[in-house]
């Protein structure tokens, strides 16, 4: 779910991006020459251009995500009921073993009354065939049973056996039913969320408290592709807590590269002991940018998004111009951190961009 939540945050914030850039686009151009717009089709275009140029430095990118314990787990029952008692509340340390909720299921109590009952007839039944065996063993040998009743004796102790080792196991089952409403705490840690109340009927398996163990905390992150070549394991990392910067650093102990393309990556940053830490807050990472050979950056008002979600750039050609596709990284200010087939120095068209087209004719201004 957090790897979700993450992956939907930087979604949201590459479309908005791209809104912005494509807003500052169309309305940038100065009067005079998107007058030119006007012209023939094949009339050369009054453009005002700028250079792409490069950033030595920026500052890292903020992430954030919840803050999990390295174990932890959803707790459930594994019958259903009502339940009874809730014994714990969120924020309670508890150990190993020690009681949470109590469930009431009426059918099982009276459940494991009759596995019990039935375990205990088939018991007796199977004593006493045992001694008919024993007994019907010495008169054959002595040739005063048949071959008949013999194999017929000893198919009935057989036969009740079988029967014995079934209920043993009904009765195990429904004694383990009848534990299960009582849910205990599988190790020791502390309860992060309460999802249920008392008197709620709960079904099984469905999720009932959250206990996060009392093992190291962790962040867990979704990171571009294009971010990944910055990264790697023991790698320290900045925290935020409301956008500041804490004395503290995190190292990211996990890089999970993501199987469909466009996926975000999973990066787990492995956070120090320190009280100001907890399962459950909201924290922030920074990490590096992007490799340097990819800082390319361009006025905001040369990018152009033609609405299906692919933003472009006009680069000038001698008297033409080419429609170059690029990738918003970030934005600075009044320029765009962008990659794509670009170096720095290119041209690219700043004002004119009004129905302007790849391969056009265009006449530069100052």
């Known amino acids: 779910m957090m790897f979700i939540k993450t992956q939907k945050r930087v979604a949201v914030a590459l479309l908005s991006m791209v809104a912005v850039v494509s807003v500052a686009a169309c309305g940038g151009s100065d009067e ?15 453009v005002r251009v700028a250079p792409v140029e490069t950033i030595s430095s920026v500052a890292p990118l903020p992430f954030s995500g919840t803050v999990t314990a390295s174990s932890g787990a959803d707790l459930a029952f594994q019958t259903s009921g009502r339940v009874a008692r809730r014994v714990v509340e969120v924020g309670q340390r508890v150990q190993a073993g020690e009681l949470l909720l109590v469930l ?15 375990e205990q007839e088939l018991q007796t039944r199977y004593d006493q065939a045992q001694r008919d065996q024993r007994r019907v063993d010495g008169l054959f ?14 198919a009935n102790a057989q036969a009740l056996k079988a029967a014995l080792s079934l209920a043993r196991a009904e009765r195990a089952r429904a004694q383990a039913l ?6 205990k705490a599988p190790f020791a840690g502390e309860i992060t969320a309460v999802m249920v109340d008392e008197g709620q009927i709960v079904a099984p398996g469905q999720s009932v408290l959250a206990l996060s163990g009392e093992s190291h905390l962790e962040l867990e992150i979704g990171v571009l592709a294009r971010m990944l070549p910055v990264l790697e394991l023991g790698q320290n ?3 935020l807590q409301f956008g500041e910067a804490l004395d503290v650093h995190g190292e990211i102990s996990r890089i999970a590269t993501a199987s469909l393309p466009g996926a975000l990556n999973r990066v787990v ?17 920074a990490l590096p ?15 152009v998004d033609i609405g299906l979600g692919a933003p472009r750039v006009f680069q000038l050609r001698e008297d033409t111009v080419e429609a170059r596709a690029v990738q918003l990284v970030r ?21 004119g961009l009004s129905g302007l087209q790849h391969g056009q004719r265009v006449e530069r201004v100052k």
């Open 32 to 46: 005079a020459v998107d007058a030119s717009a006007n012209e023939a089709p094949n009339a050369s275009r009054y």
């Open 269 to 285: 940053v492995r956070l120090p002991q320190d009280a100001r830490l907890h399962a459950g807050m909201t924290l922030g990472v």
């Open 104 to 118: 009431d299921n009426p059918q099982l109590a009276p459940a494991l009354e009759s596995a019990v009952a039935r």
């Open 178 to 183: 009848l534990d299960e409403t009582r849910l």
């Open 237 to 239: 990392v900045t925290l």
């Open 331 to 351: 934005i600075l200010g009044e320029r765009v951190l962008v990659s794509g087939e670009l170096a720095a120095g290119d041209l690219v068209v700043i004002a």
């Open 141 to 154: 040998a002595s040739g005063a049973a048949t071959r008949e009743e013999h194999e017929q004796v000893e």
């Open 289 to 303: 940018s992007t490799p340097q050979q990819t800082l390319l950056s361009v006025p905001m008002r040369a990018v």
